[in-house]
């Protein structure tokens, strides 16, 4: 059996990168806004996270290549979502979630869930798609399930 090889790992700081997230999700650069859609969905396949946050990752040859990033809100989005229950979630870095209704929270005038430590933001496509469920009452949301009504309290 042929031993693993040891991958040298190269680490560039936030500071150091030439991309970021800004908040409605979308890669940026100092040329503008990426506009390749398949540069832009390998950009979301590779976001990871570790102790010291969010990167992307490459590895060629014998090289690990992270490259951690600046995010104005969060780098993890709902881009997609089942209108039917058990409503699942699909998020830009290819995950799939089944919605939980008790991890939905509202922050300013964004809808997140939250997984474990990570902050998840629905896109506006995605809670266009989702309005017919979303109730308000004129002080509070809650998102309708099945007949059951469930808050969304702020945070």
Partial sequence: MKPELELEEVIIPPERAVFWMDRFGRWCNEGGRFRHKRLIDYFNASIRRDEHGYFVEQIREQVREKVY?????????????TLEPPIE????????????????????????VQRGED???????VLLKLAGRIEYDGAHYAMRIEGTSYPIPEK
């Fill in 89 to 112: 979630m699909f998020l830009n870095t290819r995950e799939r979630l089944t919605l939980v209704p008790g991890d939905l929270f509202i922050r300013g005038d964004d809808l997140y």
């Fill in 119 to 125: 902050r998840i933001k629905f896109t506006d496509r």
């Fill in 69 to 81: 990033f600046l995010y104005e809100d969060t780098p993890l989005f709902i881009i997609d979502a």
